[in-house]
C-alpha cells in the first residue's frame, strides 16, 4: 500500500458487549450505506477470529466493499497476540489501520466476537481500539429474550464502560429484537438520548442451510439436487409418528428426520414436497445409519425428487440434538441471507442519520460499485412495476427474490402459478406479494387480443389470431406495459433478442420525435461511467438513424446521472478525413445540431481524440467535447459491439446493459448468458427509466 500522506478517511467501529447480537447483519448493511454514498469503502477487522480458520465475518464484507483492499491486509491482529502483549497488538492494529484507511475514504471497523480474550473485558479492549483509531462507536446489543427495559440497561452499562475509555458512542442498534415490541423498544432507547434503532429477530438470519445441517450430521447427500443444499432450514422436526400426522404438521423450509426403513414416511414427504398444496420442505435426513429398501429406493428413484434427501450413521436424539445447535452464517454466499439483512437494515434504521454523524466525504468519482449501489437506490425511491416473462428460469426467480428483499420494484412473473412458485420455494425464494400470472389462463386475453388486433389490423391480424400471439410470454408481457398493468419489462434470460423486443416495435413503439430504436451500454471503468451507442441493435445506421441514436444516448446518460457529452465516432476527427463512412458520421452530427442546440456533441472524433485530453488538445483544441466526452455513438453495430466487449475484457469494465431506447415505455433485454446481478441491475434500470417516464409526463400535464 502507499506511503500514509494527507487524507481524510471517514469511519465507524461496530461493537457489541457479547455474543449472538447478529452485529455482522448490522455491519452489511451499514457498508452498503456507504458504498451508495462514497467511492472506496472498506472494512478492517482490528481481531479476527483465528489463526487456524478464515474469518466468515471479513470474508463477507470483503464481498462488498470498494476498495481495493485485500483480506490479509484488513486484519490487524489475532486473538493469540492480544493474549500474549495487549499493548503491542494494539499498536500493530493501529498501525495496519492507517494503512488501509490510505486506500479508503470510509472504513467500517467490525470489533471482536467474543471468542475468547484475556481481561480486561472485551468491550473494553474494543472500546480503547476505536478510540486509538479515532473511530465513533456504533454499539450492537441483544435483544433476544430481553424486555425493552433490560435491553436499555444494557446499553446504559456499555455507555458507562465506553466512557470510561474516553470512546465516542455514535449510536445503538438493538438486534434481534421480538418482532412484537420493536416499538417498545425504540421508545425505550430514545429515553437515552443517543441516536438509537431496534431490529426485529429475522429467524431467516439465524437458520442453517441444507449444507450446513448435513456437515453438522455428518451426513452425505443421498439424493436431490445439489443446488438445494443452498436452501436455509427453518424448522426441524422428528418424524416419530405416523404419516398422516406427520404430514399435518409440515411447514415450509422444514427439515424432517426420520429413519430409511420409515418407508411409508419416506415416500409421504417426497410426494408431498412435489405435491399442490402442501408446503415446500428443505430436506430429509435418514437416520441411523439406514438406507431404503432396494424396492423403495428404486421407487423414490423413478420419481426423480429434487428435494435432498441425507443420511446420516446419528442415531434420533443425536441427530436431532446435533440440528437444534446448528446457527447459520450470514456468510459471503448466503446471497438469501445477505439481502434480508440488508433489506432489514434499510427498513429499520435511518441511513441519512446515520451517514451524517459519520460525515461520509462527497465522492470525487464514481466506481462500478458505487454506481450499482446507486442504481438500486434510486429504483428503490420510487417502486415501479415490472413484469418478468421468463418466470420459469431459475435466475429470474433469484433475481426476482432480490428485488423483492431489496423493494427495488414491484414484480409480475408469467408462468404456470403452481410451477412458478413451487420452484421459487425449492430455491428458497420469497416471492411475497408478487403477481404470478399464467399467459395462457389470464382473465386479459380478451383484452389483449382486442388491442393487439386493432394495433395490427393494417397487417390484417384478426382478433382469433392474436390470441394466439398474446399467449406468448413476450406478446404478453409487452402488452401489460402497453395498457399500464406494467411499468416495463425485462426479458431474454432465455429467449432471443429478436423474441423480446419484435412485440415492443409492434405494440408501444417509438417516442415522439424518434423513429429510432437502439440500445446502449452502461460502461462502468474504474473512476467514472461512460455510455456507448448502439452495441446491441442496429446493424447499419443511416445518418438519421445515428442522429437517433445520438440523442436518445443523451437522454439515457441524463436519466443515470450521467452529463452528456457526444463524440459521434469515425476513422477521422474533423475535417482531416473524406469517404462515405466519414460523410455518413459528419452528416450525423449536423443533424443533431439541427434537432437539439442544447446537446453539446462533437463528430467525426476519433475515440483517442474523445477520451484522452492530451489527444484531443492536438487534434481539437478549445472542443468542448473532445478529451472528455461521456457518450460514445459508433458508426455501426460492427465497430460498437466489438469495442465495448474489448473494453469490457481489457479494461477490466463493467458493462450494464444493453439498455433499450427509443421506446415509449421501458422494455430491455437480457443476455442468455445474464447472471442473477446482472437480471436484479436490469430491473433497476428498467425502473429508473419508468420513473423518468412518470417525471416527464407529470411535467407535461403541470405544463398544460
Known amino acids: 500500500m502507499a506511503a500514509?500522506?494527507?487524507?481524510?478517511?471517514?469511519?465507524?467501529?461496530?461493537?457489541?458487549?457479547?455474543?449472538?447480537?447478529?452485529?455482522?447483519t448490522v455491519a452489511v448493511g451499514v457498508l452498503h450505506m456507504l458504498c451508495a454514498h462514497a467511492a472506496r469503502v472498506g472494512v478492517?477487522?482490528?481481531?479476527?477470529?483465528?489463526?487456524?480458520?478464515?474469518?466468515?465475518?471479513?470474508?463477507?464484507?470483503?464481498?462488498?466493499?470498494?476498495?481495493?483492499?485485500?483480506?490479509?491486509?484488513?486484519?490487524?491482529?489475532?486473538?493469540?497476540?492480544?493474549?500474549d502483549d495487549p499493548e503491542s497488538a494494539l499498536a500493530e492494529i493501529v498501525e495496519r489501520y492507517h494503512a488501509v484507511a490510505q486506500e479508503c475514504d470510509a472504513v467500517v471497523i467490525v470489533g471482536s466476537d467474543y471468542t475468547d480474550v484475556a481481561s480486561p473485558s472485551e468491550l473494553n479492549f474494543n472500546a480503547r481500539i476505536a478510540v486509538n483509531l479515532g473511530a465513533p462507536v456504533l454499539l450492537t446489543v441483544r435483544g433476544l429474550d430481553r424486555t425493552p427495559e433490560e435491553i436499555a440497561h444494557v446499553v446504559r452499562l456499555c455507555r458507562a464502560e465506553l466512557d470510561g475509555e474516553n470512546a465516542h458512542l455514535m449510536a445503538v442498534v438493538a438486534n434481534r429484537c421480538d418482532p412484537d415490541a420493536v416499538d417498545e423498544v425504540g421508545s425505550a432507547l430514545a429515553e437515552l438520548g443517543v441516536p438509537s434503532w431496534a431490529l426485529p429477530e429475522v429467524p431467516l438470519l439465524t437458520a442453517p442451510t441444507v449444507a450446513e445441517l448435513r456437515d453438522a450430521i455428518g451426513g452425505e447427500l443421498y439424493s436431490g439436487d445439489p443446488e438445494l443444499l443452498q436452501r436455509e432450514v427453518l424448522d426441524v422436526m422428528v418424524g416419530g409418528m405416523t404419516s398422516e400426522h406427520i404430514l399435518e404438521r409440515l411447514t415450509d423450509g422444514l427439515a424432517v428426520i426420520a429413519p430409511a426403513d420409515r418407508s411409508d414416511v419416506l415416500l409421504a414427504l417426497v410426494n408431498a414436497h412435489e405435491a399442490e398444496g402442501f408446503p415446500s420442505l428443505a430436506g430429509i435426513i435418514m437416520n441411523g445409519g439406514l438406507l431404503p429398501h432396494k424396492s423403495v429406493a428404486r421407487l423414490v428413484e423413478g420419481i426423480k425428487p429434487r428435494l435432498p434427501i441425507l443420511t446420516t450413521t446419528l442415531n434420533t436424539y443425536q441427530t436431532a440434538r446435533a440440528a437444534a445447535m446448528t446457527r447459520g452464517r450470514v456468510a459471503a454466499g448466503s446471497q438469501r441471507k445477505v439481502d434480508t439483512a440488508l433489506n432489514l437494515v434499510e427498513q429499520h434504521i435511518d441511513s441519512a442519520e446515520l451517514l451524517r454523524h459519520i460525515a461520509v466525504p462527497i465522492p470525487s468519482v464514481v466506481t462500478p460499485q458505487l454506481f450499482e449501489f446507486q442504481l438500486i437506490d434510486r429504483a428503490r425511491q420510487d417502486r415501479k412495476h415490472i413484469v418478468l416473462p421468463e418466470g420459469t428460469d431459475d435466475r429470474v426467480l433469484r433475481a426476482a427474490g432480490r428485488v423483492l428483499r431489496r423493494s427495488v420494484a414491484d414484480l409480475t412473473l408469467l408462468?404456470?402459478?403452481?410451477?412458478?412458485?413451487?420452484?421459487?420455494?425449492?430455491?428458497?425464494?420469497?416471492?411475497?406479494?408478487?403477481?404470478?400470472?399464467?399467459?395462457?389462463?389470464?382473465?386479459?386475453?380478451?383484452?389483449?387480443?382486442?388491442?393487439?388486433?386493432?394495433?395490427?389490423?393494417?397487417?390484417?391480424?384478426?382478433?382469433e389470431r392474436a390470441r394466439e400471439f398474446v399467449t406468448d410470454i413476450s406478446y404478453f408481457g409487452t402488452m401489460m406495459v402497453h395498457l399500464g398493468l406494467a411499468d416495463g419489462m425485462v426479458s431474454g434470460a432465455a429467449h432471443t433478442t429478436a423474441h423480446t423486443i419484435r412485440p415492443s416495435f409492434e405494440i408501444i413503439k417509438t417516442q415522439p420525435g424518434v423513429s429510432t430504436v437502439s440500445s446502449v451500454f452502461l460502461m462502468c471503468l474504474a473512476d467514472r461511467v461512460l455510455v456507448y451507442g448502439d452495441c446491441a441493435?442496429?446493424?447499419?445506421?443511416?445518418?438519421?438513424?445515428?442522429?437517433?441514436?445520438?440523442?436518445?444516448?443523451?437522454?439515457?446518460?441524463?436519466?443515470?446521472?450521467?452529463?452528456?457529452?457526444?463524440?459521434?465516432?469515425s476513422y477521422s476527427?474533423?475535417?482531416?478525413?473524406?469517404?462515405a463512412d466519414v460523410d455518413?458520421?459528419?452528416?450525423?452530427?449536423?443533424?443533431?445540431?439541427?434537432?437539439?442546440?442544447?446537446?453539446?456533441?462533437?463528430?467525426?472524433?476519433?475515440?483517442?481524440?474523445?477520451?484522452?485530453?492530451?489527444?484531443?488538445?492536438?487534434?481539437?483544441?478549445?472542443?468542448?467535447?473532445?478529451?472528455?466526452?461521456?457518450?460514445?455513438?459508433?458508426?455501426?453495430?460492427?465497430t460498437g459491439?466489438?469495442?465495448?466487449?474489448?473494453?469490457?475484457?481489457?479494461?477490466?469494465?463493467?458493462?450494464?446493459?444493453?439498455?433499450?431506447?427509443?421506446?415509449?415505455?421501458?422494455?430491455?433485454?437480457l443476455s442468455r448468458g445474464a447472471l442473477v446481478t446482472d437480471i436484479?441491475?436490469?430491473?433497476?434500470?428498467?425502473?429508473?427509466?419508468?420513473?423518468?417516464?412518470?417525471?416527464?409526463?407529470?411535467?407535461?400535464?403541470?405544463?398544460?
Do not use: C, W
Open 573 to 579: 476527427t474533423g475535417e482531416s478525413g473524406t469517404g
Open 584 to 638: 455518413k458520421v459528419r452528416a450525423a452530427t449536423g443533424f443533431v445540431h439541427d434537432r437539439r442546440p442544447d446537446l453539446l456533441v462533437e463528430g467525426p472524433i476519433q475515440y483517442d481524440a474523445a477520451i484522452e485530453p492530451t489527444v484531443a488538445s492536438a487534434k481539437l483544441p478549445g472542443s468542448r467535447v473532445a478529451g472528455q466526452a461521456t457518450v460514445f455513438v459508433f458508426p455501426d453495430l460492427n
Open 415 to 463: 408462468g404456470n402459478e403452481a410451477a412458478v412458485r413451487g420452484r421459487a420455494a425449492e430455491l428458497g425464494v420469497d416471492l411475497g406479494e408478487s403477481r404470478v400470472l399464467d399467459p395462457t389462463e389470464s382473465e386479459h386475453i380478451d383484452e389483449f387480443a382486442a388491442e393487439y388486433a386493432r394495433l395490427r389490423a393494417h397487417k390484417g391480424i384478426s382478433e
Open 537 to 569: 441493435v442496429v446493424p447499419d445506421p443511416t445518418a438519421d438513424q445515428l442522429a437517433d441514436i445520438a440523442i436518445s444516448s443523451a437522454a439515457t446518460a441524463q436519466q443515470f446521472g450521467i452529463e452528456p457529452r457526444i463524440a459521434m465516432l
Open 44 to 83: 478492517f477487522r482490528p481481531i479476527a477470529r483465528s489463526a487456524n480458520e478464515s474469518d466468515y465475518v471479513l470474508e463477507l464484507l470483503l464481498a462488498h466493499t470498494t476498495a481495493d483492499v485485500g483480506y490479509d491486509e484488513a486484519i490487524g491482529v489475532r486473538y493469540e497476540q492480544v493474549h
Open 4 to 24: 500514509p500522506t494527507a487524507h481524510h478517511t471517514s469511519s465507524v467501529y461496530i461493537a457489541a458487549p457479547e455474543g449472538d447480537t447478529g452485529k455482522s
Open 680 to 704: 436484479v441491475n436490469t430491473v433497476a434500470i428498467t425502473a429508473i427509466q419508468a420513473q423518468a417516464l412518470s417525471d416527464a409526463q407529470a411535467l407535461g400535464e403541470v405544463a398544460q
Open 641 to 669: 459491439n466489438n469495442t465495448y466487449k474489448a473494453v469490457q475484457r481489457s479494461a477490466g469494465a463493467i458493462a450494464v446493459g444493453p439498455v433499450l431506447q427509443g421506446l415509449r415505455k421501458p422494455v430491455n433485454d
